[in-house]
């Protein structure tokens, strides 16, 4: 079975200063990962995904994430946060086969000015 | 391109009630499904479609039907509508049955049963 932890449900930082939201996974298979992100009101969006090419994977907005299968970690980091990056943050799992994704609970980051 | 487009934005329902939460995709996508959000839940699958005809039970189904009599609707319907069926909805769709594919999410559906 697939099952995602995302380890804060809240992140706080201040503006320019770097981001680590951070994702543990479960899967009984080679998994595909990914970063959604959820702006108020609005829908969800990709981030980023892994699909076991690089470990280390680029999203939009300066965002990347490094898939650890040692660790079973799929952690979202960015150098430097800026006002806008403030939403929520979903880390999801999928398996191969599986028609369904898996989502974490979610981290709301705050950023301060 | 709209995407994928649902309506309405809101809606508030009295228990007992049916309605139907309309979902489109201009995108050709075979892969549609819908989506429930609670406080610090996350996304739970309610029911999905890997094609027009075919439907399928997800996580938590109960109170819930679907049809897919297009490739483009993907309509919900609530039965009878309960409060612990205040939620917002969001439905999805992917142009593959694998999942490893990047899924498109509509605007979500704000509704509340009192």
């Known amino acids: 079975a697939q099952s995602v932890t995302q380890l804060d449900s809240h992140v706080s930082v201040s503006e320019g200063t770097p981001v680590l939201l951070r994702c543990n996974y479960s899967?009984?298979?080679?998994?595909?990962l990914f970063w959604y992100v959820q702006h108020p009101n609005k829908g969800l969006q990709l981030l980023l995904k892994?699909?076991?090419?690089?470990?280390l994977v680029k999203g939009i907005n300066g965002f990347e994430a490094e898939f650890k299968k040692s660790e079973t970690s799929f952690h979202l980091t960015k150098p430097s946060a800026h006002m806008s990056d403030a939403a929520e943050y979903f880390c999801?799992?999928?398996?191969?086969?599986?028609?369904?994704?898996?989502f974490g609970s979610g981290t709301r980051l705050q950023v301060q000015p | 391109n709209a995407g994928v487009t649902q309506t309405p934005k809101f809606q508030v329902l009295k228990t007992g009630q049916s309605m139907t939460l309309q979902c489109a995709q201009d995108?050709?996508?075979?892969?549609m499904s819908w989506y429930r959000q609670d406080p610090g839940m996350g996304l739970r699958l309610i029911h999905y479609?890997?094609?027009?005809?075919?439907?399928d039970q997800g996580e938590v189904p109960n109170g819930y039907n679907v049809s897919r009599s297009t490739t483009e609707d993907f309509p919900l319907r609530l039965l009878s509508a309960a409060p612990s069926q205040t939620s917002v909805y969001f439905c999805?769709?992917?142009?593959?049955?694998?999942?490893?594919?990047?899924?498109?999410f509509g605007q979500g559906t704000r509704l509340t049963v009192v």
């Open positions: 999801v799992v999928s398996e191969t086969g599986r028609r369904a994704l898996t």
């Open positions: 995108m050709n996508h075979e892969y």
């Open positions: 999805a769709s992917s142009y593959s049955r694998q999942t490893n594919t990047e899924a498109f």
């Open positions: 479609s890997v094609g027009a005809g075919i439907t």
């Open positions: 892994y699909t076991s090419a690089a470990t």
């Open positions: 899967s009984s298979y080679s998994p595909s």
